[in-house]
């Protein structure tokens, strides 16, 4: 495999370089939850490497964005097709040191970490988060005015009260963590018993007091790290098309928009690579080895972005499939700078755009910090560009075909010089 040069010039593919390419365990340091990609290195074409041979393909040029707001399918090669075509789930399973820690997968720890008083505080301490959707409910009081709601992933049941005091007939509160059983205290203490009911148990499985269309609007706060982490969304659409009533039921959010741009972070890799070299006297530089295999969730700060935005991912909640959560999409990044290039950042917008007062919530460093922060994907070693040249290539996402809450994602990138 070639590599990038300082001015991004790049010797051509040789039979006798590997394929550089590395299998990433995304680790959220706070929370210990997971989400992979595998990262190709830059370079003027790209190999496929089997056990008894080499194929070349040529480089592709950049895709045009007519407006980056809107995704555009891939049709590099590796990233088209049915997902199970885009690569080898085997890629994701292989330890990546000799410390193996696969046997903590043996756990479910998801609904029984929603359990827990602080993953709440962290998202009532949200202020973005939870005021945006006091905002979307309370704000629009005439579309909640006798109208029949579900929150789907209540938590504490904060959302639920919000409906409550918009004028909502009754809200039904679900969850299948044990806070659900803190939820029913917290209505209880507020005076909302007769407007809120408590349900405890997933979604699917429950014995519910309402039938089929009977739900005039859903509400929920499913998104994850990357937007689909977690895979909470999939409950949600079940009860869209089970639930909400056709044609006059609303869903909140109702859009959610994914987008990726590119960073210079040299301090912080100086910082997290020096660290090693002297913990209290010991040099564990050995450790530096695998430090930016494995994405960040970190907060970005906006003057680390040297290129524009483009869209990767763009959902109608109203009317998506539940597979649409998978994609292969193009993506290409001006630069706005003469700089290093050292990561893609990622970060999601959802809108509450079907009630009348409208309101956006956007996770993304040119707006406050939320809990969600950014999902950072460092490459192995830094690209130089100059203003106006083009970083492009593919970015695809499909859930782990053993753990669905978990996700692999694949990422190709490419320079074109202005």
């Known amino acids: 495999m070639s590599e990038a040069k300082e001015a991004v010039v790049v010797k051509p593919v040789s039979s006798n370089e590997p394929d550089l390419k590395s299998d990433i365990s995304m680790i959220d340091e706070n929370e210990n939850k997971t989400m992979k990609k595998e990262i190709k290195e ?148 507020n005076g909302f018993e007769g407007k809120i009911t408590v349900l405890k148990g997933k979604m699917e499985e429950l014995d519910l007091p309402f039938g089929d269309g009977e739900i005039d609007i859903i509400v929920s706060e499913w998104m994850g790290y990357f937007l689909v982490y977690e895979s909470m969304l999939d409950c949600v659409i079940w009860a869209r098309d089970k639930f909400l009533k056709k044609g006059t039921g609303l869903m909140l959010p109702d859009r959610a928009q994914l987008y990726v741009a590119a960073i210079e972070d040299s301090q912080y890799k100086s910082e997290k690579t020096n660290f090693w070299n002297n913990v209290y006297g010991v040099n564990m530089s050995v450790m530096t080895g695998g430090l930016f295999v494995d994405p960040m969730i970190d907060t970005i700060k906006a003057n680390n972005i040297i290129s524009d935005t483009c869209s990767i991912l763009d959902l109608d909640l109203m009317t998506m499939k539940k597979d649409d959560v998978e994609f292969s999409s193009f993506y290409s990044l001006k630069m706005n700078y003469s700089d290093k290039m050292h990561a893609l950042v990622s970060w999601f917008d959802v809108s509450f755009s079907k009630v009348k007062n409208k309101v956006v919530l956007s996770t993304g460093p040119y707006k406050q910090y939320t809990h969600w922060k950014q999902s950072i994907f460092y490459i192995d070693r830094p690209l130089s560009f100059t203003k106006g040249d083009t970083l492009y290539g593919s970015i695809c996402s499909r859930r782990d075909r053993t753990n669905f809450r978990e996700l692999n994602i694949k990422i190709s990138y490419h320079v074109e010089a202005k």
């Open 42 to 189: 830059n370079k003027t074409e790209e190999v496929k490497i089997t056990k008894s041979e080499i194929k070349i393909r040529p480089k592709f040029s950049a895709p045009y964005f007519a407006d980056k707001e809107k995704t555009q399918p891939s049709v590099e090669y590796g990233f088209t097709g049915p997902s199970d075509n885009w690569f080898s789930e085997n890629n994701y399973k292989n330890a990546k040191s000799k410390a193996n820690f696969n046997d903590a997968k043996k756990h479910d720890p998801y609904f029984y970490s929603y359990s827990s008083h602080h993953i709440h505080e962290e998202m009532l301490k949200d202020k973005s988060r939870t005021l945006d959707y006091q905002r979307a409910i309370e704000g629009n009081k005439a579309d909640f005015k006798d109208k029949v709601v579900l929150d789907i992933g209540c938590g504490t049941g904060i959302l639920s009260i919000f409906a409550a005091r918009a004028g909502a007939k009754h809200v039904y509160a679900i969850d299948n963590a044990e806070i659900a059983l803190f939820a029913k205290e917290i209505v209880k203490k």
